[in-house]
């Protein structure tokens, strides 16, 4: 997990309520990814970044959003419209491709975000 | 688009005997293929890699995997299974394969038994 931080280890969130989750590296990455686990399934993609000021969505991106102001930084929001967002959030960070392909990302702590 | 199996959704093995987690792949170019293995309620840890060269990839904590282009299959490796191996183990591929985002299997759940 060394390098990447994630905010905080445990969230609770109320009906119709907006929660942010953060995630910081300080492995000078320029790639930063939002993954969400559920039980028995593996990661699926929410929202990916290659570069500061631009995103991409995954393919889960609806009812959650993202910035990135900072390269260091790539916050999540769960808004409202995710009706089920009861999982373990997971953040990732990577160098860029190149043609070698043979980077790798790396995790965060992770996310457990629960609702009330 | 790459995708990954993970025929195996547990793994059972007594401590000391060899483990195998089974992989198999389907790109359509040349493979960028990835072990990861994740602990209760953490992030997941990187193992190894395998983008070219030798079909033995030798990574972290002793784990091996063997890359079989015929067979497309990227199975995970150790000769003696330890107790703390237990955990939640993660089978990836590029997509695509220069691209910046991974694939991941559903995972395989090992259970080293003392």
């Known amino acids: 997990d060394g390098g990447i931080t994630q905010s905080p280890k445990y969230l609770f969130r109320k009906e119709g309520q907006n929660v942010t989750l953060s995630c910081e590296q300080n492995l000078n990455h320029d790639a930063m990814y939002w993954y969400r686990q559920d039980p028995g399934q593996g990661l699926r993609l929410i929202y990916y970044s290659q570069i500061v000021n631009d995103f991409q969505k995954g393919d889960i991106a609806e009812g959650y959003s993202v910035s990135r102001e900072k390269k260091e930084s790539f916050p999540l929001t769960v808004t409202s419209a995710q009706k089920n967002p009861t999982a373990f959030y997971l953040c990732?960070?990577?160098?860029?491709?190149?043609?070698?392909?043979?980077?790798?990302?790396?995790f965060g702590p992770g996310t457990r975000l629960l609702v009330l | 688009a790459q995708s990954v199996a993970q025929p195996e959704d547990q793994v059972n093995v007594a401590e000391g005997n060899p483990l195998t987690v089974k992989c198999t792949y389907s790109?359509?170019?040349?493979?960028?293929l990835f072990w990861y293995v994740q602990y209760p309620n953490r992030g997941l840890q990187f193992l190894l890699k395998y983008i070219t060269g030798d079909n033995l990839v030798k990574g972290s904590y002793g784990f091996e995997a063997e890359f079989n282009k015929s067979q497309t299959s990227f199975h995970l490796k150790k000769p003696s299974a330890l107790v703390s191996d237990s955990a939640l183990y993660f089978c990836a591929v590029r997509d695509p394969p220069y691209g910046q985002n991974f694939v991941f299997g559903p995972g395989t759940r090992l259970s080293v038994l003392p």
């Open positions: 790109v359509s170019g040349n493979p960028y």
């Open positions: 990732a960070s990577s160098i860029r491709a190149t043609r070698n392909g043979g980077e790798t990302q790396y």
